[in-house]
Nanobody, 112 residues
């Protein structure tokens, strides 16, 4: 069965960096586009970044220039490098595979 397991979240100061990982299993990872979403308290889940099978990427305007999505098809792993973090980046970050597959999420807290 499809499994997506996120890791790498934590508490970081404003301006800091984190790298999230999503370990995928139970499907042919290399042929799917994959996405990171996030959900902040009291807000709807929103798309952060997406990557196609050939590693074309797109980003939400709020994270462009600060976040980088990447994938390692040999390791069946999706990444999100987050730099210059802001308090408004605080959220639970989810890995997503179409259609309707989600991990349990990893919490990122940006606070001094």
């Amino acid at each position: 069965q499809v499994q997506l397991v996120e890791s790498g979240g934590g508490l970081v100061q404003p301006g800091g960096s984190l790298r999230l990982s999503c370990a995928a299993s139970g499907f042919q990872f290399s042929i799917y586009y994959m996405s990171w979403y996030r959900q902040a308290p009291g807000r709807e889940r929103e798309l952060v970044a997406r990557i196609t099978p050939d590693s074309t990427t797109n980003y939400a305007d709020s994270v462009k220039g600060r976040f980088t999505i990447s994938r390692d098809n040999a390791k069946n792993t999706l990444y999100l490098q987050m730099n210059s973090l802001k308090p408004e980046d605080t959220a639970v970050y989810y890995c997503n595979r179409p259609t309707g597959y989600w991990g349990k999420g990893t919490l990122v807290t940006v606070s001094s």
